[in-house]
């Protein structure tokens, strides 16, 4: 047994991480973060998205998420949830209000059939492409592509990507997932990486395998020729 609040938080002030900086890699709201640390559960939306959070949160860290769920579950999902009062139930639609759903319901519908219309036809027109020159875009790893490629390995990794040095434009910034990926072309053959947990990531430029440090946080600089780690 052991504090989920307090470990969170020591973890993240250990690595002098702050709340905005976080928010942006996890997506996960400040005042969720704070909630957590806080251990004040009765502010986050349910005990789905706790978990989740959790799991997110601890992950984040170089923790594991699922030793602070299996905690949650054990001290908490029994206490203050099942003493909530049930949720009044919903009142039936009336008769007028069922015809303005189901209209709704086919107006949606109707959009995502002009959508795929629209996007099938988009690949049929020559020379056309759903991609815009030298932005990433999420696909799938192939050995064989050109530029730099991230792929999400496991429970995947934050990471940032810049143009030719840590000073340099920031391409990307964020988690890549597993089975996620970013694809980089058209901007430079030089790049400075930022990984928050290598193991999470499988990195290749022009078709090459870069081999990434193992210590959390490494700094590296790519190019074709080389791979460069970085201090700092």
Do not use: C
């Amino acid at each position: 047994m052991f504090e989920i609040g307090h470990s969170l938080r020591e973890a993240r002030e250990r690595q002098g991480l702050g709340y905005p900086e976080i928010e942006l890699a996890t997506k996960i709201r400040a005042k969720y973060l704070q909630a957590l640390e806080e251990e004040n559960f009765t502010s986050l939306p349910g005990d789905a998205y706790i978990r989740g959070f959790l799991r997110t949160y601890a992950d984040y860290l170089g923790l594991d998420g699922d030793v602070y769920v299996d905690e949650y579950a054990s001290r908490f999902i029994t206490s203050w949830r099942d003493e909530l009062p049930p949720r009044p139930e919903r009142r039936k639609l009336r008769a007028r209000e069922r015809p303005i759903e189901r209209r709704a319901v086919l107006l949606v519908l109707a959009g995502i059939v002009v959508v795929t219309a629209l996007v099938f036809a988009a690949w049929r027109i020559p020379g056309s492409s759903p991609h815009v020159p030298g932005v990433g875009t999420k696909q799938k790893h192939s050995a064989s592509a050109r530029g730099l490629v991230l792929s999400g390995v496991g429970r995947g990794t934050y990471a940032e990507v810049r143009r030719n040095s840590s000073s340099g434009k920031l391409l990307f910034s964020g988690t890549v997932g597993a089975g996620e990926g970013d694809n980089f072309w058209g901007h430079t053959s030089r790049f400075y990486l930022l990984v928050r947990r290598p193991a999470g990531l499988h990195v290749t430029l022009d078709g090459r395998v870069v081999a990434l440090p193992a210590a959390h946080n490494s700094r590296v600089l790519v190019t074709p020729q080389q791979t460069t780690r970085l201090r700092g």
